[in-house]
């Protein structure tokens, strides 16, 4: 017995040193001596299915089970080379039966997770893997494949919205995992989602502090912060991030505004140069395939009309009062200019006839079978074949003689498209109230923005005309750009006052 024992020992020291050959031949030799002696049975089982000899392993396990049928290894090991084998339920049933011997068996439970995790039956992995941690609280591999399946599940329900219940399991997979960034990063999201903004700041911070180059972890750190009062390290924490990628142009636009909420002017106006090159880039190189445009506009001698392009929708008091002192302004303004508004039903009669009153031409729109939302409905100008020029303006944005400048020297200027920019915040490379150009020029805009306000919402013109215009007229625009350095040139001089495109003061 004490050579058994001893060629036992041996043989499972080079087992577990990976000395497969060695360890079967002290294996064999121990059988030889007594051929119902169970661990030796067992152990040549798992290596006989190590190297691939599933069959033979189980024959082998087998007898050592019939010898010792109490001892719950022996059913975790037959259950690993059913599983080997393909054969998930009969494994299943053995990692039981190992389980029902030795509850607090961690390996097992571990095991088990993977066959009901193999299955779809993520909550039972789960409860397994929580069980085997209970079980043993420094098995490693228990943690690592809990908070996996946790952080899995967290991520599902956050991007589908469903932040409440994610943050349950996120909290306890950051918990599990606490050097995982990506896992502190959505938790972070889940408790910002439901308000919980001092938490979220926290697993920002936190997902940050793990990986610096994190740049959605800094840019959401630098939106909590600011919607949480402390605007100077929100700008700070948001500077830092845009330096580690200046590409991310959701990421500048939300520094300029909060380098200018807290009054760092200069470098707002820095960074909202680099935000108009950074769109530039994107946009250039991933233009859509659009048509070239013509040389000379379609149908250059039907259009003989200039139109001031509106659309008004609703009864906001702002967006009316703005409408009606935008077509009184007009004739003064831009001399034989139509002041043009599109608009719905939506719109109080009142306001329509004051509208008509002030000289603005009227085009309704049946909104209940339009697929094109209002805020687009000012570029339709640009399809209109009797147009020969067209300005596309806001509402609520008085008119100006700084502006009637700026459209002069656009005239002048035989470009055939028109861009200003007069605030460090308009960083849109065309911003939707403040552009024209010569219609019959640009593909039909209609189509396009229908489709695109169907993918991306109905106040996303400002990114349609990014990706559907700017491609078609950089480079053939006059820009005026007083704020932002090298985006255009300045505006005409004169004793102008007023900023072009600024919003109605409150009455």
Known sequence: MPMITEALTQALSHHLAGRLDEAKALYTLVLDADPEQPDALHFLGVLAGQVGEVAGGLALIGRALALRPEAADIHANRANLLRSAGRSPQAEDAYRVALALQPDFAEAWTDLAGVCRARGETDQAIVALERGLAANPDLAVAAERLSALLHERGRLLVDTGRFLPAIDPLARAAALAPADADIAFLLGNALFAVGLREEAIQAYRRAAALTPDFVSAGFNLGVALGRTGRLEEAADVLTRTARIDPSQVELLDTLVLSLVATGRVGEAA??????????????????????????????????????????????????????????????????????????????????????????????????????????????????????????????????TMKERAAVKAWMASGHPFHIMRDDILQTELIPPGLWGGLAGLLPDLRPLAERFARAEGAHQEHRFLRRFVWPLIRGRALIHDGVHPGQGRPFPDGPFLEQVGAKLRPA
């Open 270 to 399: 820095d960074w909202a140069g680099r935000t108009l090159a950074a769109k530039d880039a994107a946009t250039v190189a991933n233009a859509p395939a659009l048509p070239a445009m013509p040389p000379a506009p379609r149908g250059s001698r039907e259009r003989r009309r200039d139109v001031l392009a509106y659309g008004l929708w609703g009864a906001d008091e702002a967006m009316i009062r703005g409408a009606i002192g935008n077509a009184r302004l007009a004739p003064t303004v831009h001399p034989g200019w139509t002041c043009r508004v599109y608009h719905d039903a939506t719109v109080p009669a009142g306001a329509l006839a004051a509208l008509a009153e002030a000289g603005a031409e009227l085009v309704a729109l049946d909104t209940g079978t339009a697929a094109l939302p209002g805020p687009y409905w000012r570029f339709l100008a640009a399809d209109d074949p009797t147009v020969r020029r067209f300005l596309c303006r806001d509402c609520d944005s008085p008119l």
